[in-house]
């Protein structure tokens, strides 16, 4: 069974920041791209970043670029999203999604974890 | 980046009603066009994929349509677990894109 579990959420204040995880289980972590994915209180979703299988290529939305930076270690089957300056419109749940095609088809979910971004 | 924009943002329907969710893309997006079901306090959950491909283990009520710019999603008989929001979202380009999203509510 595939599996998605995030962690590393919490409350941080703006300019701070926060790494977050994605432990995957259940497929060949290594064989996958994989994205980040964003929906703040009440919003929809909104794509963030993105890793290829071997972490040799990344994207990022503008919103966030020079501030997060996705990376896995597929040793430990794991992606992680280091998010820096934090503002308060990072305000979120971020969900991790594995992509099915490599072309940003999200066939699997975590169960998403909050960031709060305030003083 | 493609702007996705959906319609209606929300309705209100009975079990039973067929329901009709439109989602146009500001340019053409071929078939590469997905849909996401979303719960309260929940995950999305993909539904259909490449625009009318049913993803493994999604009912057949779901089914999807289009090419180009404008898509469809149709549930054939509202049942009562598919109250919720769904989202149309384009792979295409890069970024990857979402639209607003529309909330199915019970009437």
Known sequence: ?119 | DIQMTQSPSSLSASVGDRVTITCRASQSISSYLNWYQQKPGKAPKLLIYAASSLQTGVPSRFSGSGSGTDFTLTISSLQPEDFATYYCQESYSAPPTFGGGTKVEIK
């Open chain 1, 1 to 119: 069974e595939v599996q998605l579990v995030e962690s590393g959420g919490g409350l941080v204040q703006p300019g701070g920041s926060l790494r977050l995880s994605c432990a995957a289980s259940g497929f060949i972590f290594s064989r996958y791209w994989m994205h980040w994915v964003r929906q703040a209180p009440g919003k929809g979703l909104v794509w963030v970043s993105r890793i290829n299988s071997d972490g040799s290529s990344t994207s990022y939305a503008d919103s966030v670029k020079g501030r997060f930076t996705i990376s896995r270690d597929n040793a430990k089957n794991t992606l992680y999203l280091q998010m820096n300056s934090l503002r308060a419109e990072d305000t979120a749940v971020y969900y991790c999604a594995r992509d099915s095609s490599s072309w940003g088809t999200f066939d699997y979910w975590g169960q998403g974890t909050l960031v709060t971004v305030s003083s």
